[in-house]
């Protein structure tokens, strides 16, 4: 299974942008789900993440009311809809997913997922 990621870019503070990862399976529709990003020099944080049921959503305190994660099972995409962007939301942005845990809900580790996509450059200016 593959995740292409896309939908970064350089925009100024106060844009928006949205990443897509589609990806290679129509099964990813059931898995749980989310998005990663790593700003220089600092660690892999969870940004946002889905269940595999789409009943549990998790957003870090920082982009809650600014950034909203969604699917679109028919297109096998995960999207990430980023308002209000910032500087500091400037990083490069992972999507990542767990495949057949169809029952899980979501993970902050990193590890737990083992699906990702390449990385998609998110640069906000001031």
């Known amino acids: 299974v593959q995740l292409q990621a896309s939908g970064g870019g350089l925009v100024q503070a106060g844009a928006s942008l949205r990443l897509s990862c589609t990806a290679s399976?129509?099964?990813?529709?059931?898995?749980?789900s989310g998005w990663f990003r790593q700003a220089p020099g600092k660690e892999r944080e969870l940004v946002a993440a889905?269940?595999?049921?789409?009943?549990?959503?998790y957003y870090t305190d920082s982009v809650k009311g600014r950034f909203t994660i969604s699917r679109d099972n028919a297109k096998n995409t995960l999207y990430l809809q980023m308002n209000s962007l910032k500087p500091e939301d400037t990083a490069v942005y992972y999507c990542?997913?767990?495949?057949?845990?169809?029952?899980?809900?979501?993970?902050?580790?990193?590890?737990?997922?083992?699906?990702w996509g390449e990385g998609t450059q998110v640069t906000v200016s001031s």
């Open positions: 990542a997913s767990r495949s057949a845990a169809y029952r899980a809900t979501y993970s902050r580790t990193e590890g737990w997922y083992d699906l």
């Open positions: 889905l269940s595999g049921s789409g009943g549990y959503i």
């Open positions: 399976t129509r099964t990813f529709s059931t898995y749980p």
